[in-house]
């Protein structure tokens, strides 16, 4: 059974190990810390395992969900909805309307499950990520070889309550 509550500091730490395993561009643990204990982000546990986490955050009429993650090896199996469906019962407890967030144009997975639980797509922000390839193009220019990181953009999302 999955169980979705806020965090105790034991799972923030287990939450950080997903986050880590999953992420190139990693936060700090001290920036996940605050956020997981901010008493509106969630953590999952099935059998008293932490499996997945969504970080939230919250200003005025407003909520943003600015990560999300399940265990590899517990996806596809509806955690991941029941976050989101969690953080719509923590926004209308706190009276709010809508709910921000946003994606990588490649997250085919997250995007599918945004859509899925009516979030609509409002906007996009040019070259908003890293890209998974460490290099897209070099310049060169004085006799100088310079790799470009590539970038991607990202999609906006918002689900009205
Ligand atoms: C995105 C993520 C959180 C989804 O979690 P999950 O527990 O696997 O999702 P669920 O099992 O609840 O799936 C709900 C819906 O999402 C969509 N979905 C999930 N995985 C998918 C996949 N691999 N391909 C396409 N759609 C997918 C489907 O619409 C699915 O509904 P269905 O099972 O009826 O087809 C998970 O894939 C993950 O942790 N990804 C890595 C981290 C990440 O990218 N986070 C988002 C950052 S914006």
């Known amino acids: 059974m999955v169980v979705i509550s806020t965090f105790t500091e034991v799972e923030v730490a287990v939450a950080y190990r997903i986050f880590k395993s999953d992420r190139m561009n990693t936060w700090s643990y001290g920036i996940f810390e605050k956020s997981a204990l901010n008493n509106l982000s969630l953590v999952a546990k099935k059998n008293n395992n932490t499996v997945g986490y969504v970080l ?3 200003v005025l009429d407003e909520s943003t969900i600015e990560e999300i993650t399940v265990d590899i ?3 596809k199996k ?3 909805r029941k976050l ?3 953080t719509f019962t923590q926004a209308l407890r706190m009276q709010q309307q809508f709910i921000y967030l946003e994606v990588r144009f490649s997250n085919t997975p997250a995007i599918e499950l ?3 639980m009516g979030f609509e797509l409002i906007g996009q922000r040019k070259n908003y990520y890293k890209a998974a390839r460490e290099v897209d193009h070099v310049t060169y220019t004085n006799n100088k070889i310079t790799p470009v990181a590539p970038r991607e953009n990202a999609y ?3 689900k009205v309550l």
């Open 84 to 86: 989101i469906q969690a």
């Open 73 to 75: 090896d517990e996806r």
């Open 114 to 116: 945004y859509r899925s």
């Open 56 to 58: 939230l955050s919250s």
């Open 78 to 80: 509806g955690i991941g």
């Open 156 to 158: 906006i999302m918002k």
